[in-house]
């Protein structure tokens, strides 16, 4: 039984002043939802003050991005020990976002999976087509070489201790979303793909398969009720206590 996440992604947003109200809000609300796990990612710069407000709950920290390299003279980069030293239990690596804004390759992706893992922190490995992908029904082909990438070095084994996050490019923060059967689609043949890589479906059945893009209070029931869908990458609404907590509410069943 895969326990569903939901993890917001805050992305380059708050400030020292917001980020209180806005965790306060969630640690309230999530009194009443014991059957999720709820992950909050925010800006490097907030982590240790994320840290300290989430202390003593169950809400756990992550980080947006992270180096591939252990140490050294590279500057502007964070490492894992460093997230290590605030707690961070995850780390989103691969977001459309630095794929498309700041041209990582689905080989860099790797090399950092590779390093989250070596440093016992869990990656959250997104993939996703671009509309014009999705529209010449090129969809699996681009999502199979995102993932292939991984699974090539690493093997289904690889994944015993990782999420997947299915993002279509083309539902983030444009308020369309996938239809439930779409991302339901997709997100089949992202467990499929890594069945490949095993005798038997063991990492493929056990592994959780997020789904973000315009994920709201009131859509994330229906997409949630899918059966490989395991829970939510969230930007936008991950911003509002009320409308992330209706959609951990959602995921709770
Ligand atoms: P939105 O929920 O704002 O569409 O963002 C999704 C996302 O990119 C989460 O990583």
Redesign the pocket.
């Known amino acids: 039984m895969r326990k569903p996440l939901v993890a917001g992604?805050w992305k380059m947003n708050g400030t020292l002043e917001s980020i209180t109200p806005l965790v306060e809000g969630i640690k309230q609300g999530l009194t009443s939802i014991n059957n999720v796990e709820v992950l909050i990612c925010p800006s490097f710069v907030y982590l240790s003050n994320v840290s300290d407000l989430i202390e003593d709950t169950s809400i756990l920290l992550g980080a947006q991005n992270v180096s591939q390299e252990d140490e050294g003279a590279f500057t502007g980069e964070i490492s894992c020990n460093m997230l290590k030293d605030f707690d961070c239990q995850y780390v989103?690596i691969g977001?459309?976002?630095r794929r498309s804004l700041y041209g990582e390759s689905s080989e860099l992706v790797a090399e950092k999976f590779i390093q989250v893992q070596k440093s016992g922190l869990t990656p959250i490995l997104?993939v996703g087509e671009l509309l014009e992908e999705r529209e010449s029904g090129e969809t699996e082909a681009v999502i199979g070489q995102q993932l292939r990438a991984v699974l090539d070095k690493v093997g289904a084994e690889g994944f015993q201790q990782a999420v997947i996050?299915y993002?279509p490019v083309w539902?983030?923060?444009?308020g369309l979303t996938a239809t439930p059967e779409q991302a339901q689609e997709v997100h089949g043949f992202i467990r499929d793909l890594v069945a490949e890589y095993e005798s038997d479906r063991t990492v493929a059945e056990q592994v959780r398969i997020l789904y973000?893009?315009?994920?709201k209070p009131d859509n994330a029931k229906e997409i949630f009720a899918k059966q490989d869908i395991d829970g939510g990458?969230?930007?936008?609404?991950a911003l509002k206590s009320e409308d992330f907590l209706g959609i951990c509410q959602a995921a709770n069943g």
């Not at 973000?212 to 994920?215: F, I």
């Open positions: 992604n989103i977001h459309s976002e997104c996050a993002e539902a983030i923060g444009t973000g893009g315009s994920v990458l969230i930007g936008g609404a």
